[in-house]
Nanobody, 118 residues
């Protein structure tokens, strides 16, 4: 089993920054990628960013140049540095870990609220 604990959400003014953290524990040998989805009220959950075991990353077009995903392998932790935040970034952010073995499975963190408002 995989457990994900995320932190770092909060209230920030437009143009400000936040750093989300997600620590993985448990049976993590099968994890191929980790990242974040976000969901705003009335909208579908969307992929924000992910990082693969190879080190390759994907970022949604809406956050490119502002958000950066990274990892600390020794701590089994991934980070999302969020700069130049906009009100439209307001959402609940969910950390996820994707595994391919023993079966294709996504594991989810508890979610953390990010609110960007003056």
């Amino acid at each position: 089993q995989v457990q994900l604990v995320e932190s770092g959400g909060g209230l920030v003014q437009p143009g400000g920054s936040l750093r989300l953290s997600c620590a993985a524990s448990g049976s993590i040998f099968g994890i191929n990628a980790m990242g974040w989805y976000r969901q705003a009220p009335g909208k579908q959950r969307e992929l924000v960013a992910r990082i693969f075991n190879s080190g390759s990353t994907n970022h949604a077009d809406s956050v490119k140049g502002r958000f950066t995903i990274s990892r600390n392998n020794a701590k089994n932790t991934v980070y999302l540095q969020m700069n130049s935040l906009k009100p439209e970034d307001t959402a609940v952010y969910y950390c996820y870990a994707g595994a391919l073995v023993p079966t294709m499975t996504n594991y989810w963190g508890q979610g953390t609220q990010v609110t960007v408002s003056s």
